[in-house]
């Protein structure tokens, strides 16, 4: 029915409406079929979805798909809230988030802007490095909803899955995750705190854990990680996030320091030669 052009024709305008949501579940896969419609059923959807006539003389057919998908995305996405992170008056709905303050729909389930699309909270003072944002960067191009999550909460959910890309919790399009392993390794190369270095290598373990492809650079991550645990003890539970003391004070730090620079590089000369 979605390849057939013919059939789609005697679909009322409800009824297509609802294969294109059925359909942006699978964000990769909906352009090649949305591909196969009329410029004239697509016109009538993304109408009916913005509840305004346009003509959208002059855009093509591709970028009208685009639109559309976004369009139905961002829709599936809100849902009734009662998150204590959104304040309302008369007129506007604001997110909490005093860094932040973005207008909000009232029936947001949490602020697109600046909180984490799966536990619907926002971090006071936010570290890029530990966020991912879904978008159509390459090697995954494709339509994206531009929702952020924590990297904690994206690796506690996709435990024992496919590493080195996530599946976006709003979305479900599959994104990158090595450009995530990157960012650690490099904090943990330049930091001067012990228990940042701890938290840096774990995250990027869990990120890579079980790789095929890049076992260079994961193998010289688990040196590093044996080398810190010679002197901390297991890499797990409270030395992470509690250890206390600086990096040069460490017998090993020098080497580890070394180590982490090392992967980076393995991690680059891998992507540069694919």
């Known amino acids: ?32 079929m ?71 729909r009232r029936d947001d389930a949490f602020c697109r802007r600046c909180s984490c699309c799966i536990c619907m909270k926002y971090d006071d003072n936010k570290d890029p490095s ?6 159509s960067e390459p090697p995954f191009d494709g339509i994206s909803c531009g929702v952020s999550s924590h990297l904690e909460c994206v690796l506690q959910r996709e435990t024992g899955s496919s590493n080195e890309r996530f599946r976006c919790s709003s979305c479900g399009k599959t994104n990158d995750l090595l450009s995530s392993w990157r960012k650690q390794m490099v904090v943990a190369r330049e930091t001067r705190r012990v228990d940042i270095l701890c938290y840096r290598l774990s995250l990027a373990r869990k990120i890579l854990s079980g790789t095929k492809h890049y076992r260079n650079p994961y193998s010289i991550l688990e040196e590093a990680v044996a080398k810190l645990e010679e002197e901390l003890g297991p890499l797990t539970g409270s030395p992470v996030k509690t250890a206390r003391g600086i990096v040069n004070r460490l017998s090993s730090g020098p080497h580890i320091r070394k180590l982490c620079a090392s992967a980076v590089d393995s991690l680059d000369s891998l992507l540069s030669s694919t």
């Not at 789609?8 to 090649?32: F, G």
């Not at 530990?130 to 978008?135: K, M, R, T």
Request: glycine share 2%; hydrophobic share 35%.
């Open 130 to 135: 530990l966020w991912l944002i879904c978008n």
């Open 34 to 104: 949305l591909s196969s419609w009329s410029r004239h059923d697509i016109l009538q959807i993304l109408c009916a979805e913005l509840g305004k006539e346009r003509r959208y003389t002059g855009i093509a057919k591709p970028k009208m798909i685009e639109l559309l998908l976004r369009t139905v995305l961002e829709k599936k996405s809100q849902q009734p809230s009662n998150d204590p992170s959104i304040t309302t008056d008369e007129a506007s709905v604001f997110c909490k988030n005093s860094a932040c303050r973005a207008k909000m």
């Open 1 to 32: 029915l979605v390849h057939d052009p013919s059939k789609c024709n005697k679909l009322s305008v409800e009824q297509k409406r609802e294969l294109v949501y059925e359909m942006s579940k699978w964000p990769d896969d909906a352009i090649e």
